[in-house]
Protein backbone atom coordinates (compact mmCIF):
# COMPACT_ATOMS: atom_id res chain seq x y z
CA UNK A 1 0.00 0.00 0.00
CA UNK A 2 1.33 3.24 -0.88
CA UNK A 3 1.95 6.57 1.35
CA UNK A 4 1.59 9.87 0.65
CA UNK A 5 3.06 11.89 3.12
CA UNK A 6 5.75 11.04 5.77
CA UNK A 7 6.02 12.90 9.29
CA UNK A 8 9.34 12.80 10.95
CA UNK A 9 9.59 13.11 14.70
CA UNK A 10 11.09 17.27 14.88
CA UNK A 11 13.67 15.88 17.69
CA UNK A 12 14.99 13.31 15.21
CA UNK A 13 18.99 13.64 15.11
CA UNK A 14 20.42 11.98 12.34
CA UNK A 15 23.70 11.38 14.11
CA UNK A 16 22.84 10.16 17.47
CA UNK A 17 19.32 8.48 16.30
CA UNK A 18 17.53 9.69 18.75
CA UNK A 19 13.63 10.19 18.01
CA UNK A 20 14.15 7.64 15.75
CA UNK A 21 10.47 7.90 14.84
CA UNK A 22 8.00 8.63 11.90
CA UNK A 23 4.83 8.28 10.96
CA UNK A 24 3.18 7.37 7.26
CA UNK A 25 0.05 8.55 6.08
CA UNK A 26 -1.90 6.08 3.66
CA UNK A 27 -3.30 6.88 0.17
CA UNK A 28 -6.36 5.34 1.13
CA UNK A 29 -7.60 3.44 3.98
CA UNK A 30 -6.44 0.66 4.94
CA UNK A 31 -8.80 -2.47 6.34
CA UNK A 32 -6.10 -4.36 8.17
CA UNK A 33 -6.91 -3.85 12.16
CA UNK A 34 -3.78 -1.70 13.78
CA UNK A 35 -1.50 -3.49 16.71
CA UNK A 36 -2.15 -1.32 19.83
CA UNK A 37 0.42 0.32 21.06
CA UNK A 38 1.96 -0.22 24.73
CA UNK A 39 1.27 3.22 26.56
CA UNK A 40 2.65 2.15 30.22
CA UNK A 41 6.01 0.67 30.14
CA UNK A 42 4.44 -3.07 30.94
CA UNK A 43 6.99 -4.61 28.21
CA UNK A 44 9.95 -2.80 29.18
CA UNK A 45 11.37 -5.24 32.07
CA UNK A 46 14.60 -6.88 31.38
CA UNK A 47 13.80 -10.42 30.22
CA UNK A 48 10.57 -9.56 28.58
CA UNK A 49 10.48 -11.62 25.29
CA UNK A 50 8.75 -9.80 22.95
CA UNK A 51 8.92 -10.33 19.08
CA UNK A 52 10.41 -8.76 15.56
CA UNK A 53 9.41 -9.23 12.41
CA UNK A 54 10.67 -8.09 8.44
CA UNK A 55 11.84 -8.75 5.28
CA UNK A 56 15.33 -7.73 6.27
CA UNK A 57 18.42 -9.86 5.58
CA UNK A 58 19.71 -12.50 8.00
CA UNK A 59 23.20 -11.50 7.82
CA UNK A 60 25.42 -7.72 8.26
CA UNK A 61 25.55 -6.90 4.83
CA UNK A 62 22.93 -10.04 3.24
CA UNK A 63 20.67 -9.89 0.78
CA UNK A 64 17.03 -8.69 1.98
CA UNK A 65 14.54 -11.62 2.42
CA UNK A 66 11.73 -12.20 0.01
CA UNK A 67 9.57 -13.69 2.82
CA UNK A 68 8.26 -12.21 6.33
CA UNK A 69 10.29 -13.63 8.85
CA UNK A 70 10.23 -13.46 12.72
CA UNK A 71 12.24 -13.96 15.83
CA UNK A 72 11.66 -13.53 19.60
CA UNK A 73 13.90 -11.18 21.14
CA UNK A 74 14.75 -10.69 25.23
CA UNK A 75 14.81 -6.95 26.68
CA UNK A 76 17.99 -6.01 27.77
CA UNK A 77 17.15 -3.38 30.21
CA UNK A 78 19.54 -1.50 31.57
CA UNK A 79 21.31 -1.45 27.93
CA UNK A 80 24.61 0.21 28.97
CA UNK A 81 25.15 -2.17 31.58
CA UNK A 82 24.62 -5.26 29.88
CA UNK A 83 26.09 -4.55 26.54
CA UNK A 84 28.89 -2.84 24.71
CA UNK A 85 27.11 0.04 24.54
CA UNK A 86 27.88 2.96 26.09
CA UNK A 87 25.45 4.86 28.55
CA UNK A 88 25.49 8.09 25.79
CA UNK A 89 24.94 5.90 23.22
CA UNK A 90 21.80 4.71 24.66
CA UNK A 91 19.21 6.95 25.54
CA UNK A 92 16.31 6.87 27.18
CA UNK A 93 13.46 6.98 24.54
CA UNK A 94 15.86 3.90 23.54
CA UNK A 95 15.66 0.26 24.20
CA UNK A 96 17.89 -2.87 23.57
CA UNK A 97 16.59 -6.47 22.84
CA UNK A 98 18.11 -9.99 21.75
CA UNK A 99 21.23 -11.67 21.94
CA UNK A 100 24.18 -13.08 19.62
CA UNK A 101 22.64 -14.88 16.70
CA UNK A 102 19.43 -13.07 17.24
CA UNK A 103 18.23 -9.80 15.95
CA UNK A 104 16.57 -7.05 13.75
CA UNK A 105 19.02 -6.41 10.58
CA UNK A 106 19.50 -4.21 7.50
CA UNK A 107 16.09 -4.14 6.11
CA UNK A 108 14.55 -4.58 9.05
CA UNK A 109 14.56 -0.82 10.49
CA UNK A 110 10.97 0.59 10.55
CA UNK A 111 9.37 -2.59 12.04
CA UNK A 112 7.73 -3.29 15.22
CA UNK A 113 9.16 -4.59 18.53
CA UNK A 114 5.79 -6.13 20.03
CA UNK A 115 4.72 -8.22 22.53
CA UNK A 116 2.93 -11.43 20.88
CA UNK A 117 0.15 -13.08 23.61
CA UNK A 118 -2.88 -12.87 25.13
CA UNK A 119 -5.38 -9.61 23.92
CA UNK A 120 -3.47 -9.86 20.31
CA UNK A 121 0.00 -7.83 19.05
CA UNK A 122 1.01 -4.51 21.11
CA UNK A 123 3.65 -2.62 19.95
CA UNK A 124 6.44 -1.92 22.58
CA UNK A 125 9.52 -0.31 20.38
CA UNK A 126 10.95 0.35 16.47
CA UNK A 127 13.51 -1.11 14.64
CA UNK A 128 16.48 1.95 14.89
CA UNK A 129 20.20 0.55 14.73
CA UNK A 130 22.75 -1.49 16.22
CA UNK A 131 26.12 -2.62 15.56
CA UNK A 132 26.37 -5.15 12.78
CA UNK A 133 23.44 -7.97 13.20
CA UNK A 134 23.13 -10.44 15.79
CA UNK A 135 26.66 -9.40 16.77
CA UNK A 136 28.17 -10.73 21.10
CA UNK A 137 27.27 -7.56 23.38
CA UNK A 138 25.11 -5.73 20.45
CA UNK A 139 22.24 -6.34 20.99
CA UNK A 140 19.33 -4.37 18.92
CA UNK A 141 18.67 -0.80 19.64
CA UNK A 142 15.08 0.49 19.02
CA UNK A 143 12.61 3.20 19.62
CA UNK A 144 10.67 3.13 22.89
CA UNK A 145 7.21 3.62 22.72
CA UNK A 146 6.64 5.82 25.76
CA UNK A 147 3.93 8.42 26.59
CA UNK A 148 7.09 10.61 27.94
CA UNK A 149 9.27 10.49 23.98
CA UNK A 150 6.69 9.92 21.07
CA UNK A 151 2.64 8.88 21.82
CA UNK A 152 1.76 12.28 22.62
CA UNK A 153 3.01 13.25 19.38
CA UNK A 154 1.58 9.97 17.65
CA UNK A 155 -1.94 11.26 19.52
CA UNK A 156 -1.57 14.38 18.01
CA UNK A 157 -0.74 13.92 14.46
CA UNK A 158 -3.18 10.92 14.20
CA UNK A 159 -5.88 12.60 15.79
CA UNK A 160 -9.27 12.07 13.34
CA UNK A 161 -11.48 15.42 12.38
CA UNK A 162 -15.21 15.15 14.54
CA UNK A 163 -18.07 15.27 12.18
CA UNK A 164 -18.46 18.90 13.03
CA UNK A 165 -15.45 19.36 10.42
CA UNK A 166 -13.20 21.23 13.67
CA UNK A 167 -10.00 19.77 13.20
CA UNK A 168 -9.08 18.03 16.88
CA UNK A 169 -6.21 19.33 18.95
CA UNK A 170 -4.40 17.37 21.25
CA UNK A 171 -4.87 18.65 25.10
CA UNK A 172 -1.23 17.87 26.79
CA UNK A 173 -1.75 18.67 30.48
CA UNK A 174 -4.84 19.58 32.55
CA UNK A 175 -4.34 23.14 32.60
CA UNK A 176 -4.93 22.67 28.61
CA UNK A 177 -7.81 20.39 28.89
CA UNK A 178 -9.98 23.45 31.54
CA UNK A 179 -8.84 26.12 28.85
CA UNK A 180 -10.32 26.62 25.43
CA UNK A 181 -6.56 25.97 23.28
CA UNK A 182 -7.26 22.42 22.58
CA UNK A 183 -10.24 20.15 21.84
CA UNK A 184 -9.49 16.79 21.63
CA UNK A 185 -9.31 16.11 25.37
CA UNK A 186 -7.78 12.28 25.16
CA UNK A 187 -5.15 13.14 28.03
CA UNK A 188 -8.18 13.98 30.11
CA UNK A 189 -9.90 10.50 30.14
CA UNK A 190 -9.28 9.34 33.75
CA UNK A 191 -11.35 13.08 34.75
CA UNK A 192 -10.16 16.85 35.26
CA UNK A 193 -7.94 18.37 38.26
CA UNK A 194 -8.85 21.24 39.46
CA UNK A 195 -11.65 21.71 36.71
CA UNK A 196 -15.57 21.52 37.45
CA UNK A 197 -16.16 19.31 34.92
CA UNK A 198 -15.29 16.15 35.95
CA UNK A 199 -15.55 12.57 34.03
CA UNK A 200 -18.29 13.40 32.03
CA UNK A 201 -19.26 12.14 28.93
CA UNK A 202 -19.94 13.65 25.63
CA UNK A 203 -23.35 13.26 24.51
CA UNK A 204 -23.37 14.95 21.08
CA UNK A 205 -21.02 16.04 18.59
CA UNK A 206 -21.42 19.54 19.06
CA UNK A 207 -20.33 18.72 23.05
CA UNK A 208 -17.36 17.08 21.27
CA UNK A 209 -16.40 19.87 19.36
CA UNK A 210 -16.98 22.18 22.38
CA UNK A 211 -14.48 21.34 24.96
CA UNK A 212 -17.71 20.51 27.69
CA UNK A 213 -17.08 17.30 28.57
CA UNK A 214 -13.97 15.20 29.17
CA UNK A 215 -14.95 11.50 27.68
CA UNK A 216 -14.72 11.46 23.83
CA UNK A 217 -17.20 8.00 23.76
CA UNK A 218 -20.19 9.79 22.35
CA UNK A 219 -18.01 11.02 19.29
CA UNK A 220 -17.24 7.54 17.68
Known amino acids: MASKKVIMHPNYDSYTL ?72 ITNEMMCAGEAGKDACQGDSGGPLFWDGAGGPKIAGVVSWGYGCAAAGYPGVFSRLSPDYVLDWIAEKTAPSSSCGVTRVACTSNDECCSEKCNWKGKCKKGFEGCVVKNQDCTSNDECCSGKCSSTKGCR
Not at 46 to 74: E, P, R
Open 18 to 89: EYDYALLQLKESSTITPASLVADGTYDADGTVLKTIGFGSTSSGGSISSTLLGVDLGVVEPCASQSSYSSSQ
